[in-house]
Each structure stands twice: as structure tokens, then as C-alpha cells.
């Protein structure tokens, strides 16, 4: 192999190169053209990558530019993945070519093998100087590509172990070696759907430094346009009525899932978030590893943007795990645990009698639109098959459209996210093309099929209190009740009619409403048992499976930050860790939970409760505190 140190550049910035190869990040390209960013597994396959969601239709062409530094025969090899081998060993959708100089190599990619993997795309004869290199969607159904490996050695292929690519990437430069400083604060959030968003300005209002980490450009989790899930749940609440007020000046003023992209109003988000003092955002950026200063303290976190590859080491005292799944807590090391606890842990009814490891599930939803003329959809057939009689009669799909209920949230997410994608093409493909009542379909096509998946749960971060059902069934007194809770326990399962047609592989959902009344949840259950220094707000707060059911709501999990954010500026005014605040400062948490943090300066809109189908005991207790 030639020792030649190669110089590539991008149109607008410098890629990486190695020792007789040139390494390219497809997430990096200049022009992304029809190809979304796509972060979701960075934990699973090692990176961010490119997907070509046309939802049928090939999306336009990514491209970028590079600098060959001598002319030659130059073999390419692409690292990419046929997503629907778990259900079929036939060739996949999810087709493309590499283009150099406007020439598409032979292989298509993206259609074989049954793992993320390197394979070749063919061979070129290039000179010195600058190439374009394009990604050129054959399908438009969510082919993928993480990495492209351009080298004049054939068969010198990158590794494909996770811990060994990182360490090749970082050898290119595709990787840094060092992360830069990122800034020191009072407090990092990770993570920037509703609970993060609102502990980080709850937090910079009250005076502290705040760093707020999104791993994407979108901030509202399943809120953002990207997912698009109502604000569910009731603010504004006793004991403290003026916690969530802050989330009026940012909620949507309409109401629906998978509805258009504007309904959910993200630049209200952007500017509640851009607009805070003290507040510095960091969008497009993913927490990818923690340092500790021992085995209980987070001293830093290690950021990657998903584009760029960049890295950030921020430090702080204090952090906040909003991430939902609990990354930060469990790469710190921090309790937790996933799944169902048994009836017989914490006495629970609505508690299986044995404990397992089923969870709810996520979302991958959908919607049709008419449009003029004919319109046709292509054969989409992977492994799942629709007939007439289990075909869903459908044009939209919203919150029931929910897959990985059996699977872990975490490990197969991808798989559990490709699913979705899965059966909403296999649906619709036999819905225009074979199913008797096809005319009423013939003027519709796909309007919006998410391809970021909204989760409902995983891991829950152990804190000094776990709030079980006795606690809401009772209405147990808590010195530190903080936030309130409203909605019902909402525990979802797998659609028995679904199964029938689909067993062990559902995708559609159910759920069995319990009423409750509102209840104040503990501080308690808002930092960590283990780690001193982390807090957590949203679905990954300390409670059962059981009560998640009733917590997990977005306008509640705002309260939760806002808490946080409060508790945070406590810490940071006396030097002590959150776990003090229940120990000592109680009297002033409760001060600043009256208060609130909303702003005071403006006129907010109406506050807007949905009491969705009336699953509250007591509405009126919600209804007279909305002003």
C-alpha cells in the first residue's frame, strides 16, 4: 500500500484523509440534496448517516467535492445497510449508486447483507484535482449511507467493529483527536425536547449559566415537527399553579398527531430557547461520552455534532438527563432499569403479575393527502404481507401506529424504527394497488411519513424516591411534592385484533384508561440516587412502568424542567447538589415553585387544556386554575 498522506477538500469544508484512502462522512456532504441527517442509532452503529426518504418518489442527488491529489485508478467502497433483511432475504429497497464526475459506478448499494457493512461500489479512473462525488437515489425508500472509503488499494476496506471504526475515523481526521473546549457553565441539559427546553431557560432565568445540548436541529422531541405529537397534559395545576405557565409561550395553538409540519410551530420553540439570556444552545449536537471525576460525579461530556463530526468537551457542576432514554445517566453510570416490574415489587394492580421487559412503544407516524390526477405508488412487498382481510382501511396513521413493543428500546431501535417505516409502505402499496375499494385511494399519495420515530419509553434513571400507583391511587402527602400529574394511567399494549394477523410483530396499539385524580410527584423522583450531580426531567424520571403511564405527557414533563431548572439555581446559589435541595432548601424550592417562571413581561396566550374524552376524575380541579 502506497504511504502517500492525501489533502481532500470539501466545497465548503476540509474531509479527512489517510495513508492511500480518502475517508468521507456522507452526513458532511455540502449539498444534502433530497438526503436527510439521520442520528437516531449513532449508539448502534457508530455514527450519524444519510437517508433517502422519498416515501417512494428517489429523492435529488447529495453531493459534494473532493480534491484527488494523484491521478489513478480509485476504488470505492461505501458502508451502508439493506434495512428490511430482518423480515426478508430478498433484494432490498433501499437503493443507490455512488456517482463520481457525474459517472454512476456499477453497483447498487444499499439492496444486500443483513448488517451495516462496507461494499463496493466499483472503480474509477480519476485525475488530479477536484471530483465531485454524488449519492443518486434509485427508489426514494430510505436508502442509507454512512461513510464513503475512496482508496487505490483494492481490498484495503475500513473495519466494520464499532470500537474499531471509531478509532479508523479518528486516525483519517474524520474524527478529532481532541474535542475543543466547549465552555464551562452551571448547568449542561442534555437533551431538548419539552422537559429540556423548559429546565434550561427555567434555569438561565433564575440566574444560572446554562448549556442546552439537542441532537437535533429541531428542539420539541416528539413536539417538533419531525414527530409531531400534541401537547398532551394539564399545567398550571395545584398545589403550584404557576409551574407550566412558561410552556404558553411556546405551545402550539392547535391540536392533533400527525398533522403538517407548521402546526406544530417550531420557530416559537427556537425563539423561546434562542431568545433566553444566559442560555447558550447547541443544536445538532449528540452527548457521545461523560467524564467523571469519580465514580459519582459527572466532571464533562463529550458533544459530536451529527453533521460536521466536531467535538466539544462542555464541564459544569451540575447536569440534567432530558434525553428520555437516560444516555446521560447511563453512561454515567447511574441506576436505572427498563420494562415491567412485577405486581409483587411494589404491590402495583395494574402491574403484570410477573415482572419482563415489555415496554410501549414507538411511533412512526404517517399521513396521506389528495392530489390532482392518478396517483401511483410502487410495489412494496418485504416480508410483511397485506391481504384484504388484515389490511388497515386507513389514510393517516397517528399515535396507535406503534411498533417495538416487544423488542428493547433501546438495542433494536433501528429495527423497531425500520418496522414502522416497513408496514406503512406494505400497507399502502397493497391499499392503491390490490386492495377491492382501491378507487377511493386512487387520488391520494403519501403526504408525511416520519422517519424520526417518537419513543414513549426505555430506561427510567433511579432516583431517592420511585413513585409507584399506590402513590396516585392514595394521594400519599410528599414534604417535597413538586409537579403535578393529570392524565391517566395510559399504559399501552399491543392491539389484540393486530395480533391476530401479526403475532409477535404488531404495529398497532391499544390502551386501557384508569382514572385518576391530579397528584403532586415528589422532588425525589428528579435526581439521581448514584450520580450527585444529575438531575433528570421527562419520560426517564424515577417511577414504576405503571406510573410512567401517567407521567410521561409532554406539557407535564415541562414541569418537570421548570423544577429542575429551579432546583439547579438552588444548588448553584449555596455550592450544593440536588440532592440538598430535599435535604435543606426545601423552604426556598417551594418559594420559587409558587413563582414560577414564566415571563412576566408579555402577554401570554390562553392557556389551552385538553381534557381529552374527560380520563380526569376531577376536571374541574384542572378548569379553575387556567387563567
Known amino acids: 500500500?502506497?504511504?502517500?498522506?492525501?489533502?481532500?477538500?470539501?466545497?465548503?469544508?476540509?474531509?479527512?484523509?489517510?495513508?492511500?484512502?480518502?475517508?468521507?462522512?456522507?452526513?458532511?456532504?455540502?449539498?444534502?440534496?433530497?438526503?436527510?441527517?439521520?442520528?437516531?442509532?449513532?449508539?448502534?452503529?457508530?455514527?450519524?448517516?444519510?437517508?433517502?426518504?422519498?416515501?417512494?418518489?428517489?429523492?435529488?442527488?447529495?453531493?459534494t467535492s473532493i480534491d484527488i491529489p494523484e491521478a489513478g485508478v480509485w476504488h470505492v467502497y461505501v458502508r451502508t445497510f439493506n434495512w428490511?433483511?430482518?423480515?426478508?432475504?430478498?433484494?432490498?429497497?433501499?437503493?443507490?449508486?455512488?456517482?463520481?464526475?457525474?459517472?454512476?459506478?456499477?453497483?447498487?448499494?444499499?439492496?444486500?447483507?443483513?448488517?451495516?457493512?462496507?461494499?463496493y461500489a466499483g472503480n474509477?479512473?480519476?485525475?488530479?484535482?477536484?471530483?465531485?462525488?454524488?449519492?443518486?437515489?434509485?427508489?426514494?425508500?430510505?436508502?442509507?449511507?454512512?461513510?464513503?472509503w475512496l482508496t487505490t488499494?483494492?481490498?484495503?476496506v475500513p473495519p466494520e467493529e464499532i470500537s474499531a471504526l471509531e478509532a479508523f475515523r479518528r486516525s483519517t481526521g474524520a474524527l478529532p483527536a481532541e474535542p475543543s473546549d466547549g465552555g464551562t457553565y452551571d448547568l449542561v441539559v442534555v437533551g431538548g425536547g419539552i422537559a429540556g427546553m423548559c429546565a434550561a431557560v427555567s434555569a438561565a432565568r433564575l440566574g444560572c449559566k446554562v448549556a442546552l445540548v439537542n441532537d437535533r436541529p429541531i428542539p420539541g422531541g416528539n413536539n417538533s415537527s419531525e414527530i409531531r405529537v400534541h401537547l398532551g397534559g394539564h399545567i398550571e395545576m395545584e398545589p403550584y399553579p404557576q409551574l407550566g405557565k412558561m410552556i404558553r409561550e411556546f405551545g402550539h395553538s392547535t391540536f392533533g398527531n400527525a398533522q403538517p409540519a407548521d402546526k406544530y410551530e417550531d420557530e416559537k420553540k427556537i425563539a423561546f430557547i434562542e431568545g433566553q439570556e444566559g442560555l447558550t444552545?447547541?443544536?445538532?449536537?449528540?452527548?457521545?461520552?461523560?467524564?467523571?471525576?469519580?465514580?459519582?460525579?459527572?466532571?464533562?461530556?463529550?458533544?459530536?455534532?451529527?453533521?460536521?463530526?466536531?467535538?466539544?468537551?462542555?464541564k459544569a457542576p451540575l447536569w440534567s438527563d432530558c434525553t428520555g432514554d437516560g444516555n446521560l445517566g447511563y453512561m454515567a453510570g447511574a441506576?436505572?432499569?427498563?420494562?415491567?416490574?412485577?405486581?409483587?415489587?411494589?404491590g402495583e394492580p395494574l402491574a403484570p403479575e410477573k415482572g419482563d421487559k415489555l415496554t410501549m412503544g414507538a411511533s412512526v407516524q404517517w399521513y396521506s393527502v389528495e392530489s390532482e390526477g392518478k396517483n401511483t405508488f410502487p410495489e412494496f412487498s418485504y416480508g410483511v404481507e397485506f391481504n384484504e382481510e388484515n389490511c388497515q382501511k386507513v389514510k393517516m396513521g397517528e399515535w396507535t401506529w406503534e411498533t417495538g413493543m416487544n423488542f428493547d428500546q433501546i438495542k433494536d431501535f433501528e429495527r423497531i424504527r425500520d418496522y414502522g417505516l416497513l408496514v406503512v409502505y406494505s400497507n399502502w402499496s397493497f391499499l392503491k394497488n390490490h386492495f377491492s375499494g382501491k378507487a377511493d385511494y386512487a387520488g391520494r399519495k403519501l403526504g408525511?411519513?416520519?422517519?424520526?420515530?417518537?419513543?414513549?419509553?426505555?430506561?427510567?434513571l433511579m432516583g431517592d424516591y420511585i413513585l409507584k400507583q399506590d402513590d396516585v391511587d392514595k394521594q400519599v402527602f410528599h414534604e417535597d411534592a413538586s409537579f403535578t400529574t393529570s392524565w391517566h394511567f395510559d399504559l399501552h399494549f399491543p392491539d389484540p385484533k393486530n395480533t391476530k394477523y401479526f403475532p409477535g410483530n404488531e404495529f398497532k396499539a391499544e390502551t386501557k384508561s384508569n382514572l385518576i385524580y391530579p397528584y403532586a410527584v415528589p422532588y425525589r423522583c428528579l435526581y439521581s440516587r448514584n450520580i450527585d450531580n444529575l438531575f433528570m426531567a421527562g419520560r426517564n424520571i424515577s417511577v414504576t412502568h405503571v406510573t410512567l403511564g401517567s407521567t410521561r405527557l409532554m406539557r407535564t414533563t415541562g414541569m418537570m424542567g421548570e423544577v429542575v431548572g429551579m432546583a439547579a439555581s438552588i444548588c448553584t446559589e449555596n455550592g450544593v447538589k440536588p440532592r440538598d435541595v430535599y435535604q435543606?432548601?426545601?423552604?426556598?424550592?417551594?418559594?420559587?415553585?409558587?413563582?414560577?417562571?414564566?415571563?412576566?413581561?408579555?402577554?401570554?396566550?390562553?392557556?389551552?387544556?385538553?381534557?381529552?374524552?374527560?380520563?380526569?376524575?376531577?376536571?374541574?380541579?384542572?378548569?379553575?386554575?387556567?387563567?
Open 281 to 314: 444552545y447547541f443544536p445538532s449536537y449528540r452527548a457521545t461520552k461523560v467524564e467523571m471525576s469519580d465514580s459519582k460525579t459527572i466532571e464533562a461530556v463529550i458533544i459530536r455534532n451529527i453533521e460536521s463530526g466536531k467535538e466539544l468537551r462542555l
Open 448 to 460: 408525511w411519513v416520519a422517519y424520526v420515530s417518537g419513543k414513549r419509553e426505555s430506561r427510567r
Open 84 to 119: 428490511t433483511s430482518p423480515w426478508t432475504p430478498a433484494e432490498g429497497p433501499g437503493a443507490f449508486k455512488v456517482m463520481v464526475q457525474g459517472k454512476a459506478l456499477k453497483t447498487v448499494l444499499g439492496t444486500t447483507g443483513d448488517r451495516w457493512m462496507w461494499q
Open 124 to 148: 474509477v479512473k480519476l485525475k488530479a484535482g477536484m471530483t465531485s462525488i454524488a449519492l443518486s437515489d434509485l427508489k426514494g425508500f430510505d436508502g442509507r449511507c454512512d461513510a464513503i
Open 584 to 627: 435543606h432548601y426545601l423552604p426556598q424550592l417551594r418559594e420559587l415553585m409558587k413563582k414560577g417562571t414564566a415571563r412576566t413581561d408579555i402577554e401570554l396566550p390562553d392557556n389551552q387544556h385538553f381534557n381529552e374524552g374527560g380520563y380526569l376524575k376531577k376536571p374541574k380541579y384542572i378548569l379553575d386554575n387556567t387563567k
Open 1 to 63: 500500500m502506497k504511504k502517500i498522506i492525501l489533502t481532500l477538500i470539501s466545497i465548503l469544508l476540509a474531509l479527512p484523509t489517510f495513508a492511500g484512502g480518502i475517508f468521507i462522512e456522507a452526513e458532511s456532504f455540502s449539498q444534502k440534496g433530497g438526503w436527510c441527517v439521520d442520528q437516531q442509532f449513532m449508539d448502534l452503529m457508530g455514527s450519524p448517516y444519510l437517508i433517502a426518504h422519498g416515501m417512494g418518489v428517489p429523492v435529488e442527488d447529495a453531493v
Open 153 to 156: 488499494d483494492q481490498g484495503s
Open 335 to 346: 441506576d436505572w432499569r427498563m420494562g415491567r416490574e412485577g405486581r409483587d415489587e411494589f
